[in-house]
C-alpha cells in the first residue's frame, strides 16, 4: 500500500514539474478606459494574449452588454470576426454568453502579422446611438484631445510598445508571412 502511495505521489510530483516547465507566457490587460481617458463605468474588458498551435491566442472576458442587440443567428458569432471572416481571412473562435458574461477566444494565425511588430492597442465597443461607448487600452490624454474630435483608433502615436516575443520567447522568431510578402 505504502509503495502504491509512494509512486502516486511521484507520478504527481512528476506531472508538477512538467507542467511548470510547459507553463505558457501570457500577457493580460485590462481595459480601464474610454478612448478619451474617462475611467470606465463597469467591470473592465481583459484581454489575455498567449501562445497558440500555429498563431497568437487571444481571449478576451468582460460584461455581456447586448447592445446593440445581437443580430441574427447564433450569440457565439462575435462581430468582429464575422467581419473578418467577410474579408476572406478565416480564424478559429469561440464565443460564449453566460448570463451577463461574454467570454472570446481565438486564434490569430502567424500569417495575418506584418513583420516586426513593435506597437500595440486594444479596443471595446458596445452600446448604440447616444449610448455608444468607445473604450481603449491606451487612451489619448484629455490634454491632447481637440474641440469636436471622435474616436479614432488608427493614431498609432497612442499605441505601446509591444513584442511578440514578450510572450513567445525572447528566442522566438516569427514566421514569414505570405500576406505580407512584398509589402512595406
Do not use: C
Not at 463597469?42 to 484581454?47: G, L, M, R, T
Not at 458574461?101 to 465597443?125: C, D, H, Q, T, V
Amino acid at each position: 500500500m505504502e509503495l502504491v502511495r509512494g509512486l502516486q505521489f511521484l507520478i504527481f510530483y512528476i506531472f508538477l514539474q512538467l507542467s511548470e516547465s510547459f507553463a505558457l507566457n501570457h500577457l493580460q490587460f485590462a481595459i480601464e478606459h474610454t478612448w478619451d481617458s474617462n475611467p470606465v463605468d463597469h467591470e473592465p474588458i481583459k484581454v489575455t494574449f498567449s501562445p497558440g498551435e500555429g498563431g497568437l491566442k487571444m481571449q478576451v472576458f468582460g460584461p455581456f452588454f447586448n447592445d446593440p442587440a445581437s443580430p441574427p443567428g447564433p450569440l457565439d458569432m462575435p462581430f468582429l470576426v464575422s467581419g473578418i471572416m467577410k474579408q476572406q481571412l478565416p480564424m478559429v473562435f469561440t464565443a460564449t454568453v453566460t448570463e451577463n458574461r461574454w467570454i472570446g477566444e481565438a486564434l490569430i494565425p502567424w500569417g495575418y502579422f506584418p513583420p516586426n511588430i513593435n506597437k500595440m492597442n486594444s479596443y471595446a465597443i458596445h452600446g448604440s446611438d447616444e449610448k455608444r461607448t468607445y473604450e481603449a487600452l491606451y487612451s489619448i490624454p484629455k490634454e491632447e484631445i481637440a474641440e469636436g474630435q471622435q474616436p479614432n483608433f488608427h493614431l498609432l502615436q497612442y499605441f505601446q510598445d509591444f513584442t511578440l516575443q514578450s510572450i513567445m520567447g525572447a528566442d522566438w522568431v516569427q514566421p514569414e508571412s505570405e500576406l505580407w510578402k512584398g509589402k512595406p
